[in-house]
């Protein structure tokens, strides 16, 4: 349910950072790299994907981390030349661990009265 009421409308929101996103699903990659994705945003050349969580813990950004990197090792071993980002959305979000998420070069996805916020990572978002 976190997923329904964090992702819609994602693609549009990360338009005013330069990201042209066509579509939203979620997968399981297998053969040997297991990542479950809440929510990916894709387009020919881009992909963000978003994992999703109740309550936001420093232990599930280190975990996302991880599952970034199999995704890339996932996308290089089947020809996928995209550019990968991260996001973490969160309907709970303390400062220090929002902090540590954007240090890390994910965005950072909140809800935002009956909206959501997306936070960018300081500099530039980590690319896998």
């Known amino acids: ?3 329904h009421i964090l992702t819609p409308g994602l693609p549009q929101k990360f338009k005013k950072f330069g990201y042209s996103f066509t579509r939203i699903a979620s997968y399981s990659y ?3 790299v297991w990542a479950q994705i809440d929510g990916m945003l894709e387009n020919g050349t881009q ?3 978003v994992e999703v969580k109740m309550t936001l813990r420093q232990s599930d ?3 996302h981390i991880l599952r970034m990197e199999k995704i890339r090792k996932f996308a290089d071993e089947h020809g996928d030349t995209r550019k990968f980002i991260g996001a973490i ?3 709970i979000t303390d400062e220090p661990t929002k902090k540590y ?3 890390k070069g994910l965005f950072v996805i909140e809800p935002s009265g009956e909206d959501v916020k997306v936070t960018k990572p300081e500099g530039e978002p ?3």
Do not use: F, P, S, Y
């Open 101 to 103: 998420a954007l240090k």
């Open 61 to 63: 950004i280190d975990d």
């Open 1 to 3: 349910m976190v997923e």
């Open 126 to 128: 980590r690319v896998w």
């Open 47 to 49: 992909a963000m994907a």
């Open 30 to 32: 297998a053969e040997g």
């Open 89 to 91: 959305a969160a309907i």
